[in-house]
């Protein structure tokens, strides 16, 4: 896109390739056609120089004609395993993925919990220099995640990242109301809300606002840490439980993707549902081409807090030192170049770590969230529930209710 493009086009070019898929599959049906998946395990000499990258990433992040100039100058070919969720991710490395795989993508508190398990390395900022380009608070002195507490090596380059938002119908509902979370469990706009299927989601968000209601939030934890949303005590799960199973009346439906929830925005059969601000952008492209009248507004953080992630480059343990780890990092340079940054913005629909404000309009600076990224310290990053069984349990009585 050309700075000089008009807004609607700008809007248009920005929103998600398509609208009937998640921040992680935007560009599935393109992957797909250009790049094979790995069909087994490559093994080479620690000492050789790579002659296959292979990495365990989402779908969405694949740039074809990138990877392409980056195959010809490295000599090497470039191998991607998709996956839909950290826990799949997570589960692959561990059954003796770290020796099929080079790279891995991960979000939130997941790259912790690989290093901790030493299923990832470290990484030199210095050997990637597109790092320089980081947003402030995305810089190792800042976020804290992909920095090892006690040697202060880094282990992990972010690339992306957003939030668990709040879409509603600005003509419809009061900004005031929808800057909280009570807004999604509000009677006033009963059978005019929606959510997500995803239970983790819903359980970590409702979380937040229980633990506001009961004044636990701000006060000692029983583990002696702060307040996360995915470790939630069995009174506040309690607490969760009941409240969802309030919400559920005041339901039209659980939206299963994009497609179905931009559909129950525009034709104002649902006011307000959190979401991943993909759904917002389309909406935005919508009304600049004139296609719907009502304006939608997106709350990012809510005032009782917020969920959030950062999507990481990480590099498999099973790299060693040497011309695999330069492969690597010279891979995840180039990914994260401000250039590259900026395809990845319009074709996934993401807000970029990556400072790319001189090559974006006004337009895009806004929709992509430039200039907001100091709200991210107010987000609870995604995680691994404490206990799953616990959460599955509510989540199941809830259903049944």
């Given at each position: 896109?050309?700075?000089?493009?008009?807004?609607?086009?700008?809007?248009?070019?920005?929103?998600?390739?398509?609208?009937?898929?998640?921040?992680?599959?935007?560009?599935?049906?393109?992957?797909?056609?250009?790049?094979?998946?790995?069909?087994?395990?490559?093994?080479?000499?620690?000492?050789?120089?790579?002659?296959?990258?292979?990495?365990?990433?989402?779908?969405?992040?694949?740039?074809?004609?990138?990877?392409?100039?980056?195959?010809?100058?490295?000599?090497?070919?470039?191998?991607?395993?998709?996956?839909?969720?950290?826990?799949?991710?997570?589960?692959?490395?561990?059954?003796?993925?770290?020796?099929?795989?080079?790279?891995?993508?991960?979000?939130?508190?997941?790259?912790?919990?690989?290093?901790?398990?030493?299923?990832?390395?470290?990484?030199?900022?210095?050997?990637?220099?597109?790092?320089?380009?980081?947003?402030?608070?995305?810089?190792?002195?800042?976020?804290?995640?992909?920095?090892?507490?006690?040697?202060?090596?880094?282990?992990?380059?972010?690339?992306?990242?957003?939030?668990?938002?709040?879409?509603?119908?600005?003509?419809?509902?009061?900004?005031e109301k929808a800057a909280s979370?009570?807004?999604?469990?509000?009677?006033?706009?009963?059978?005019?809300?929606?959510?997500?299927?995803?239970?983790?989601?819903?359980?970590?968000?409702?979380?937040?606002?229980?633990?506001?209601?009961?004044?636990?939030?701000?006060?000692?934890?029983?583990?002696?840490?702060?307040?996360?949303?995915?470790?939630?005590?069995?009174?506040?799960?309690?607490?969760?439980?009941?409240?969802?199973?309030?919400?559920?009346k005041l339901l039209l439906t659980?939206?299963?993707?994009?497609?179905?929830?931009?559909?129950?925005?525009?034709?104002?059969?649902?006011?307000?549902?959190?979401?991943?601000?993909?759904?917002?952008?389309?909406?935005?492209?919508?009304?600049?081409?004139?296609?719907?009248?009502?304006?939608?507004?997106?709350?990012?953080?809510?005032?009782?807090?917020?969920?959030?992630?950062?999507?990481?480059?990480?590099?498999?343990?099973?790299?060693?030192?040497?011309?695999?780890?330069?492969?690597?990092?010279?891979?995840?340079?180039?990914?994260?170049?401000?250039?590259?940054?900026?395809?990845?913005?319009?074709?996934?629909?993401?807000?970029?770590?990556?400072?790319?404000?001189?090559?974006?309009?006004?337009?895009?600076?806004?929709?992509?969230?430039?200039?907001?990224?100091?709200?991210?310290?107010?987000?609870?990053?995604?995680?691994?529930?404490s206990s799953t069984e616990k959460?599955?349990?509510?989540?199941?009585?809830?259903?049944?209710?």
């Open positions: 896109m050309k700075p000089h493009e008009s807004h609607s086009a700008a809007a248009q070019a920005a929103a998600p390739a398509s609208s009937s898929v998640d921040r992680r599959q935007a560009l599935k049906t393109l992957a797909a056609g250009a790049l094979a998946t790995v069909t087994a395990p490559y093994i080479r000499p620690a000492s050789a120089a790579p002659t296959q990258l292979r990495a365990l990433m989402w779908e969405g992040y694949l740039l074809p004609d990138v990877i392409a100039g980056f195959e010809e100058k490295y000599k090497v070919k470039f191998a991607p395993t998709f996956f839909d969720g950290n826990s799949e991710a997570y589960n692959k490395l561990r059954v003796g993925g770290t020796k099929d795989f080079d790279l891995v993508q991960a979000d939130g508190f997941w790259p912790s919990l690989y290093f901790r398990e030493k299923l990832i390395r470290t990484v030199d900022y210095a050997k990637m220099p597109s790092t320089q380009h980081l947003f402030p608070v995305f810089k190792p002195d800042q976020y804290k995640l992909l920095t090892d507490e006690k040697t202060g090596v880094q282990f992990g380059v972010p690339f992306c990242w957003g939030s668990y938002g709040t879409t509603y119908n600005a003509d419809q509902v009061p900004a979370i009570e807004v999604l469990f509000d009677p006033e706009f009963g059978g005019r809300l929606s959510t997500s299927a995803r239970f983790e989601e819903n359980i970590a968000l409702t979380g937040i606002l229980v633990a506001s209601r009961m004044g636990t939030i701000d006060k000692p934890r029983p583990d002696g840490k702060s307040f996360n949303p995915y470790v939630l005590t069995d009174a506040e799960l309690d607490g969760v439980e009941k409240l969802l199973i309030e919400q559920k659980r939206y299963q993707d994009n497609a179905t929830l931009e559909q129950l925005l525009a034709s104002g059969a649902v006011v307000a549902a959190p979401e991943f601000a993909q759904v917002y952008r389309l909406l935005l492209a919508k009304k600049a081409k004139g296609e719907i009248d009502t304006t939608f507004a997106h709350t990012l953080v809510p005032k009782e807090g917020g969920l959030g992630w950062v999507d990481t480059w990480l590099v498999s343990s099973g790299v060693p030192d040497g011309a695999g780890l330069d492969v690597c990092q010279s891979f995840i340079d180039l990914m994260t170049a401000p250039e590259t940054m900026k395809k990845i913005a319009l074709a996934s629909g993401c807000s970029t770590t990556i400072d790319i404000r001189s090559l974006s309009t006004p337009e895009e600076q806004k929709l992509y969230l430039m200039d907001r990224t100091g709200e991210l310290s107010k987000m609870y990053m995604f995680d691994q529930p959460w599955e349990r509510v989540w199941s009585r809830m259903q049944a209710a």
